[in-house]
């Protein structure tokens, strides 16, 4: 079994940054797809990003490209997302995922991690 604990979240004003992190624990992320997703209120969990294992291939939702950028230190079995630009409607709980491919990760992932809250005020 795999472990995720995320952390980074809080509350900033629109176009700040923030850096969330997901640390893993039970097994290495090295043979993972990593991914996060995000749960606003009211609204359905959607994909927010996903990194392949290697770490040569990336994906974003159209709604965060060009602002947030996934990574990953397999030395540190933890995974990263960098959120720039911040907009109020980025506010959600952002979940880090883990799978054994980008495909699995992005639809049915094996392994969640319990959220951390990002609120963006305006």
């Known amino acids: 079994q795999m472990q995720l604990v995320e952390s980074g979240g809080g509350l900033v004003q629109a176009g700040a940054s923030l850096r969330l992190s997901c640390a893993a624990s039970g097994r290495s992320i090295s043979t993972y797809a990593m991914g996060w997703f995000r749960q606003a209120p009211g609204k359905e969990r959607e994909f927010v990003s996903v990194i392949s294992w290697h770490g040569g291939s990336t994906h974003y939702a159209d709604s965060v490209k060009g602002r947030f950028t996934i990574s990953r230190d397999d030395a540190k079995n933890t995974v990263y997302l960098r959120m720039n630009s911040l907009k109020p409607e980025d506010t959600a709980v952002y979940y880090c995922?883990?799978?054994?491919?980008?495909?699995?990760?992005?639809?049915?992932?094996?392994?969640w991690g319990q959220g951390t809250q990002v609120t963006v005020s305006s």
């Open positions: 995922a883990a799978g054994l491919s980008v495909a699995v990760v992005s639809t049915a992932p094996d392994y």
